[in-house]
């Protein structure tokens, strides 16, 4: 059975810093990219992240490039995100999924997390 587990969330002031995991079970990450999305109240989800199996690139949404960062760890078969100088505009539901293919499309990722809150308030 696959299970993707985020955890981190929480309150953080603006400019603060913030590290969420994504801890991976049933699947393979040196087959599975994966990526970190993020869904506010009343907006669509968008991709933060891909991480690709294949190469090992790594690509970020403009809006948190030089400011987010993602990590694998394979011994613990876990995902992290490391978010640094968070912005009011940074507050959503963060979630990682799985996707065995091309790039992590938010429509066609296979397994899913249910999310982590991050909230940025002073």
């Known amino acids: 059975q696959v299970q993707l587990v985020e955890s981190g969330g929480t309150l953080v002031q603006p400019g603060g810093s913030l590290r969420l995991s994504c801890v991976v079970s049933?699947?393979?990450?040196?087959?599975?990219?994966l990526g970190w999305f993020r869904q506010a109240p009343g907006k669509e989800r968008e991709g933060v992240s891909c991480?690709?199996?294949?190469?090992?690139?790594?690509e970020y949404a403009d809006s948190v490039k030089g400011r987010f960062t993602v990590s694998r760890e394979f011994a613990k078969n876990t995902v992290y995100l490391q978010m640094t100088s968070l912005k009011p505009a940074d507050p959503a539901v963060y979630s990682c999924?799985?996707?065995?293919?091309?790039?992590?499309?938010?429509?066609?990722?296979?397994?899913w997390g249910k999310g982590t809150l991050v909230n940025v308030s002073s």
């Open positions: 991480f690709s199996a294949g190469d090992g690139t790594i």
């Open positions: 999924a799985a996707h065995i293919g091309l790039g992590c499309p938010t429509n066609l990722m296979d397994h």
């Open positions: 049933g699947l393979n990450l040196y087959h599975n990219n």
